[in-house]
């Protein structure tokens, strides 16, 4: 086998493990929690704070209303027991009961409210729930599914990188270095295919003495416009 030839076919083993450590690594990766996974979480817990934050409120609403209606009721029995018998006095008894059912009404209404925003904190809660518990399924499935593909890519990379190392050691030193060297500065491409006299990297025509020259040399000739190793079919 010519030098460029074996070159050209190390490069097609490189450019297929390169390929598939790069889905590897995107196989890998959903194996971590996925972001709608993390988002469901975090959009169900801050519904289970905010009905936290809710129900804290109404218990210590219902017990303003269960002490200032005490307290009222209090007020009224005074205010019509008959004790007492002073106007001035039973004036004020009435303002404060007035007073105190306007605060009880507010206190009230207050009430229903924190109710109605804690009922629709648990209904939103039970569809956060339901989504969280879907992302996770769906994770579960991609994730079996991504183990799968994992256990066949390795065993591909394993294979081809026996068949690289191989092929690597019927090549010369010298020109494995030189490949080497150019492989990560022409993009994973170090060796061009000649056709029709012309570099199918850069797609440059090349002097057909060019041409001839890099059949079968050994060293491999290399394009001068790209720089890249020549392989002529």
């Known amino acids: 086998m010519e030098p460029a030839q074996a070159l050209y076919q190390l490069q097609e083993l490189d450019l297929k493990i390169d390929a598939d450590t790069a889905t590897l690594a995107a196989e890998r990766a959903k194996m971590n929690e996925p972001p709608a ?77 924190l109710m109605a925003s804690a009922e ?43 068949q690289r190392a191989e092929l690597a050691a019927q090549i010369s030193p010298a020109n494995l270095r030189a490949y080497e060297r150019l492989r990560p500065r022409k993009g994973g491409r170090a060796v061009a295919l000649v056709q029709n006299n012309m570099c199918q990297a850069c797609r440059v025509t090349l002097p057909s003495g060019d041409v001839a020259r890099a059949r079968g040399a050994d060293p491999p000739r290399t394009c001068e416009n790209c720089g890249r190793i020549l392989y002529v079919r």
């Not at 008894?93 to 059912?101: D, K, R, T, Y």
């Not at 648990?122 to 183990?147: D, I």
């Open 37 to 113: 996974v993390h988002d469901a979480r975090a959009s169900l817990r801050a519904l289970e704070e905010q009905l936290t934050v809710f129900q804290r409120q109404l218990r210590s609403t219902e017990q303003e209303v269960e002490s200032l209606a005490a307290k009222k009721n209090a007020i009224h029995a005074k205010l019509y027991g008959g004790a007492v018998t002073v106007p001035r006095e039973l004036a004020a008894l009435e303002n404060e009961e007035q007073a105190l059912a306007r605060t009880l009404s507010q206190l009230e209404d207050r009430e229903l409210e």
């Open 120 to 162: 629709q904190a648990e209904s939103s809660m039970v569809t956060a729930t339901q989504r969280l518990q879907e992302e996770l399924e769906r994770w579960r499935r991609e994730g079996s599914a991504a183990h799968d593909h994992i256990d066949r890519l390795e065993a591909e990379v394993e294979k081809l990188q026996l």
